[in-house]
């Protein structure tokens, strides 16, 4: 069974504040992704991952990073969190391009963040 | 550009009723993947259906059919005979190959007893 898991439900921190996002599949999946959610706006892509070590940036990449040092890790970093950074972040992951079925991406439970 | 609109922010059903969720897409590419996905107030997306652009057979799973049309690049939802466990939000989603989607606002259905 597919399975992508976030380190948290909820995350309450103070402007300024590093803040780590922790997110891991156990698919096997080569392809992760982090999408922030805003009523409105649907889902918006931060940063994508096709392997370790590599990293694309998606359509809102500003005020964030992030690290892949093993395959079913994938971290998103806000170095210094605003209050505009509040949102529902999703972590997804998906198989590499010569897979079967491999544009279906899949998705975890979600992280609501807010930023004080 | 490739773009996902969902018109419909809200519906709101009585149960037992069909419901339709409207989904429309521009792309440019001959070649690309439609989904739909569901989000419980849980929180977790959930998917419900991939369709590629050559397949425009519809596809029906239980309660719930897709109707694809590429003559009005429209990849529509139906739900029958709708459920109080129906309630969500529902997203419609393009993928063209760089393993990225693309998606709609989303709609959010209500389903009452």
């Known amino acids: 069974d597919v399975k992508v898991t976030q380190s948290s439900r909820y995350l309450v921190k103070r402007t300024g504040e590093k803040v780590f996002l922790e997110c891991v599949q156990d698919?096997?999946?080569?392809?992760m992704f982090w999408y922030r959610q805003d009523p409105g706006l649907g889902l918006r892509l931060i940063y994508f991952?096709?392997?370790?070590?590599?990293?694309e940036k998606g359509d809102i990449p500003e005020g964030y990073s992030v690290s892949r040092e093993k395959k079913e890790r994938f971290s998103l970093i806000l170095e210094s969190a605003s209050t505009n950074q509040t949102s529902m972040y999703l972590c997804?992951?998906?198989?590499?391009?010569?897979?079967?079925?491999?544009?279906?991406?899949?998705f975890g439970p979600g992280t609501r963040l807010l930023v004080l | 550009a490739q773009k996902v609109t969902q018109a419909q922010t809200e519906i709101s059903v009585v149960e037992k009723e069909d419901v339709t969720l409207d989904c429309v897409y521009e792309?440019?590419?001959?070649?690309?993947?439609l989904f739909w996905y569901k989000q419980p107030p849980s929180g977790e997306l959930v998917f419900l259906i991939r369709?590629?652009?050559?397949?425009?057979q519809n596809e029906i799973s239980g309660r719930y059919s897709w109707n694809f049309q590429k003559s009005t690049s429209s990849f529509n939802f139906t739900i029958t005979a709708s459920q109080v466990v129906d309630s969500a939000v529902y997203f419609c989603?393009?993928?063209?190959?760089?393993?990225?989607?693309?998606f709609g606002t989303g709609t959010r259905l209500l389903v009452s007893p």
């Open positions: 792309t440019r590419d001959t070649t690309y993947y």
């Open positions: 997804a992951s998906s198989l590499p391009p010569r897979a079967s079925e491999r544009e279906t991406q899949y």
């Open positions: 698919m096997d999946h080569e392809n």
């Open positions: 369709r590629n652009s050559f397949d425009e």
């Open positions: 989603a393009l993928n063209t190959g760089f393993q990225k989607l693309v």
């Open positions: 991952s096709y392997d370790v070590k590599m990293k």
